[in-house]
């Protein structure tokens, strides 16, 4: 079945650093790829989606390529701020299907 | 704000009690899911509704549990005779079908705690 696996955390950085978060999918056909965040005490969030291969999808400063040849959908952000800290989800929707399928989550902290 | 909507936003019961929860989506929107999170993991598909109408249901829901959206706008989660392997936290989210985007919008959710 379709499934998403993303880099385990916790990821700890200082203020500026590079931050990467990987994440790959096993799908049929070409799913849509999503990026979602959830702050502490909110809901989830989408941050960023693409919908086809080559598609980049970006949102306040973070970016997300979708990689059919390596299954990928990693995510990036060149200069991560504290207001960054949260757990980050990839997820996968499957073409003609309704329903998410997520990752386990990649929790972020970042420091001053 | 006309954002997604759960209440309770925490339940703590007691084993072998029955809980209640409601979602009030965006209004317009036709799709209502729910998702259950539980500590440490990524939200799992549990249902959805198109209007009021429940199309699908994951093997996660057992039959205690049971979802309603009777006049195709809020929606209710019930769970019978809870279990301590029930404690999560659910999430509802809702979807224009048929229009533009695809994103799920979701709500904060109900954090359930079974003693």
């Known amino acids: 079945g379709d499934s998403v696996t993303q880099m385990e955390g916790p990821v700890t950085l200082s203020e500026e650093a590079f931050l990467t978060i990987n994440c790959t999918y096993t799908a049929t056909g070409y799913p849509s790829l999503f990026w979602y965040v959830q702050y502490p005490g909110e809901g989830l969030q989408l941050l960023l989606k693409a919908t086809k291969a080559d598609d980049k999808g970006s949102n306040k400063g973070f970016e997300a390529t979708y990689r059919k040849e390596t299954t990928s959908f990693h995510l990036e952000k060149g200069s991560v701020q504290v207001s960054d800290s949260a757990v980050y989800f990839c997820?996968?929707?499957?073409?003609?299907?309704?329903?998410?399928?997520f990752g386990a989550g990649t929790t972020v902290t970042v420091r001053a | 704000d006309t954002g997604v909507s759960q209440n309770p936003r925490h339940k703590i019961t007691k084993r072998g009690q029955n809980v209640t929860f409601r979602c009030d989506p965006i209004s317009e929107h036709n799709r209502l899911y729910w998702y259950r999170q539980t500590l440490g993991q990524g939200p799992e598909f549990l249902t959805y509704f198109q209007n009021e109408a429940q199309l699908e249901k994951s093997r996660l829901l057992s039959d205690r549990f049971s979802a309603e959206r009777p006049k195709g706008s809020f929606s209710t989660l019930e769970i019978q005779r809870t279990e301590q392997g029930d404690s999560a936290m659910y999430l509802c989210a809702s979807r224009l079908q048929g229009v533009g985007g695809i994103e799920q919008f979701f709500g904060p959710g109900t954090r359930l705690t079974v003693l």
């Open positions: 997820a996968l929707r499957p073409p003609d299907d309704y329903k998410l399928s």
